[in-house]
């Protein structure tokens, strides 16, 4: 049995809308202007980035750049023995919170082509619900109903197959709720043997559940984790970082993808190392990742030295495409029943081209 881990950076969300780091400042801007009185909170971030426009008067600086103008916030206020104002979070929260797509509802009984409308109507959404069903190893199912008890004709159902061959866990840098809202539809949807969700509260040494381990927290905790230098400091996500570091030591693979590895991200560099020393088995490390100037890849290989390691310049809609055609393929859909362990098979083609 492989054991796979995903690591998924903001790259991962951007096609769904959610933006990055990059793009944060324009897009809570954005926000903003659309209703002035409800987020009102907002102007005091805006006047404090406003004010630390006096550094680009000595120092490089990239006022632009959401993480870069809270890393300088951040160090001023943990020089003083503060965190960063409750607005500034809630700033965080409400504009991640906005651009967060809801997965709509799949719908009631499918049609009869009910294997083309496995995750709904909607194509870009839908293709992380094939990416989702494969990390969790799900095989649909229509079946017979009895129609005095549903009114319907038949019953669709999502169970996991018997013991799959590949395992996966997911490492996620972002605080949006892209994958838990996938999951939380197709749970929803189809009738399973137990609840369709992912496993992010412990680590579980066999694998049998999907880990999400979301490195910066997340919307649906009460704190969250600026995206800052000073991760450190907050005590709330230790236990995270420990299912985190648990999860990469018995990693067979290791897969980034949407993820450029920014230089002042060094801690996930730190907690690949850490990790790394007690792994008996790291077999391949692959990076999916859009990058138009070649500077990632650059960043990539400067620091990965393992031969078995490739970089793939490509989209995530083009990835999750590839695993959308692998699992609709024909022989895959016969006898009322689609299979979604097509994930290695997908992988290793979009590597190919």
Known sequence: MDKVVYIVGAGFSAPLGVPTMGNFLFKS??????????YKHFEQVFNVINRLSVTKNYYDSDLFNIE??????????FLDGSRLDVDFIDYIKDVIRHYTPEYPSIGGNLPGNWEEWLFGKSQTLSLYGYFVSSLMGLKFERRKSNKIVTMRAFDFTANKEVQPETRYSVLSLNYDMVLENVAEAINDQYISESEIKFNKDSYDSTWDSTHLSKLHGCLSNAEIVPPTWAKGTHESIVPIWKNAFSILRQANHIRF??????VADSYIKYLLKASVIETPHLKSIDVICLDGDGAAKSRYDDFFEFSNYRFKNGSVIDYLNELKEQVNMIENRKQNCVSTAYLEAAHEEFFKD
């Open 29 to 38: 801007k954005d926000l903003y202007f659309s209703d002035v009185e409800k």
């Open 68 to 77: 870069e103008i809270l890393s300088v916030i951040e160090m001023n206020q």
């Open 257 to 262: 993808v949407g993820y450029s590895l920014p």
